[in-house]
T-cell receptor, first 114, second 112 residues
């Protein structure tokens, strides 16, 4: 089964601080995604990437940056964290395989911004 | 922009019951429809998906898709306590890319 690993599992940050969430996948999938999950909103797409060196804005990119230095790694960066960014963040990888895309999610990072 | 809505928000059923979860979408050109399941504290995991109108069955789970009514559903036969989870429907964008738009989820509890 596809393996996506996120770190850290839990993070407490202060308002205005910089936060980096990391994601690693060993499936050689081209596409990677960052979502946040909040009660009542399901999963909302923040940034995504089609491969090393590419990053694209999702539906809610404001306040977030992304970095894809390699096929395996995709990071989400909060330069100036705010309490509204308190959430659970999920990374996913996916490969269209010529038809449709199945996403494989990591176990999530719970971020609290005080 | 594509809107994906799920109903009900939460559902409690007895063990052995038939469970029906609903999802509506706004873009009639949507091409791909999927259900993901997320057990408490765990990662979402793909359950099943469909492209064409009609139904698709895998074990106790069945998807129905009606593009004309902008609706698809998941039916669980003989529901089990292990089916208790958050169920997320997802729809592909019609722009040609394959990023999924997720609904807000239905929290299912199956009582023993």
């Amino acid at each position: 089964e596809a393996a996506v690993t996120q770190s850290p599992r839990n993070k407490v940050a202060v308002t205005g601080g910089k936060v980096t969430l990391s994601c690693n996948q060993t499936n050689n999938h081209n596409n990677m995604y960052w979502y946040r999950q909040d009660t009542g909103h399901g999963l909302r797409l923040i940034h995504y990437s089609y491969g090393a060196g590419s990053t694209e804005k999702g539906d809610i990119p404001d306040g977030y940056k992304a970095s894809r230095p390699s096929q395996e790694n995709f990071s989400l960066i909060l330069e100036l964290a705010t309490p509204s960014q308190t959430s659970v963040y999920f990374c996913a990888s996916g490969d269209t395989g010529g038809s449709a895309e199945t996403l494989y999610f990591g176990s999530g990072t719970r971020l609290t911004v005080l | 922009q594509q809107k994906v809505q799920q109903s009900p928000e939460s559902l409690i059923v007895p063990e052995g019951a038939m469970t029906s979860l609903n999802c509506t979408f706004s873009d009639s050109a949507s091409q791909y429809f999927a259900w993901y399941r997320q057990h408490s504290g765990k990662a979402p995991k793909a359950l099943m998906s469909i492209f064409s109108n009609g139904e698709k069955e895998e074990g106790r789970f069945t998807i129905h898709l009606n593009k004309a009514s902008l609706h698809f559903s998941l039916h669980i036969r003989d529901s089990q306590p292990s089916d208790s989870a958050l169920y997320l429907c997802a729809v592909s964008l019609s722009s040609g890319s394959w990023q999924l738009i997720f609904g807000s989820g239905t929290q299912l509890t199956v009582m023993p």
